[in-house]
């Protein structure tokens, strides 16, 4: 027989369920917000405003997009970890947050422990690319001269931590090369001093790369990513070229502040789950350079922690610190 005790406690846990799903119902009631940690037009801002359109249709309330800019988007990861976790505030984040979580370290914001990840919708890679007048044709002739040339190839990136970045000291790690990192404040000086011949090699984003190999202003050596990429199809993956485990491979999602009661993110994945899977919406982001592979919450985490670990060891064997 049952003690009068257990049958409280079981009272309570059916009335918690029980206000658990009622405010899976109810909600949004409200408007969402939604957390951008870069600035308008950047890849997280377009997949946030398309897929917040989108969820204001079918919830009927409206979605606001705020970007919150600052320390390569570890600010507003920041404004989203401290936010109410109700499911009315949601980030729009990207793979710079399993950099930033090793570079900015804080006992009030850990990020793997203060957001929760939702869902991500798609991913980009980046192409290592040389000016159109380099001596370099292909992969192998540019890591063959750095290995014989070592701390010699000036090899531009986006600034000190960033992805591009991380991924140079990445390809070092793989390949036994040495580069001289030449770090600029964003990924347009960068291309301009590479075309200009100041710098031989740089990391830029797949999708954008095709107008400056038009132009012979560049030329494309690689895919940073196991197989080619369908923005730029003629372009031949690392792995096909024989630098096997290496990826460059960036994540675009949602997350949330620990907390968010399991029936409302579960809503939260559904929903938004629905939208990116939608045929319209792909094509439009799939026009932003994201290749749109929706995938489960038990996903992402697993493959933000893969990717934690990996830029972890990175960043620790070269030493990597923040900019200052």
């Known amino acids: 027989m ?37 600035s308008q037009g950047t890849g997280p801002d377009r997949l946030a405003r398309l897929v917040g359109e989108e ?32 499911g009315y505030t949601v980030g729009v984040m990207g793979s710079n947050i399993s950099v930033t979580a090793h570079l900015m370290k804080s006992d009030t914001f850990v990020p793997m422990r ?15 690319v040389v000016s159109g007048k380099s001596r370099f044709n292909t992969l192998t002739e540019f890591l063959d001269y750095a290995k014989a040339n070592r ?32 770090p600029y404040k964003g990924t347009a000086p960068a291309v301009t001093d590479l075309i200009g011949g100041q710098v031989e090699a740089f990391f830029i984003a797949t ?45 675009y999602g949602f997350m949330l502040p620990t907390g968010v009661p399991a029936p409302v993110a ?17 094509g439009q982001l799939d026009k932003f350079g994201l290749t749109m592979r929706p995938s489960t919450t038990a996903e992402m985490r697993e493959f933000v922690g893969k990717e934690f670990r990996r830029y972890g060891e990175v ?8 900019e200052e």
């Open 315 to 322: 960043i620790a064997q070269y030493n990597i610190k923040a």
């Open 266 to 282: 579960e809503k939260l994945y559904r929903d938004i789950h629905a939208i990116v899977s939608n045929e319209p919406v792909r």
């Open 207 to 251: 999708h954008t790369v095709k107008p400056y190999l038009a132009s012979g202003q560049l030329k494309a050596l690689g895919v940073g990513a196991e197989q080619r990429n369908s923005h730029a199809p003629d372009i031949p993956s690392f792995a096909e070229l024989g630098v096997k485990d290496f990826s460059t491979e960036a994540w």
């Open 151 to 182: 701390g010699k190839v000036a090899f531009a990136s986006a600034g000190i931590g960033s992805p591009s970045h991380i991924f140079i000291a990445q390809l070092q790690q793989k390949t036994g090369t040495e580069f001289l990192h030449v």
């Open 114 to 128: 203060d957001l929760q990840p939702l869902i991500i919708a798609g991913y980009g890679d980046m192409t290592l």
């Open 55 to 86: 969820l204001a249709k079918v919830w009927k309330v409206p979605v606001v997009v705020e970007n919150r800019l600052g320390a390569s988007g570890h600010v507003g990861a920041q404004v989203l970890a401290q936010s109410q976790p109700d």
């Open 2 to 38: 049952l003690t009068r005790s257990v049958w409280k406690f079981l009272l309570v846990l059916c009335c918690a369920a029980s206000s658990s799903l009622a405010l899976a119902d109810d909600f949004p009631n409200k408007a969402v917000r939604f957390i951008v940690p870069f």
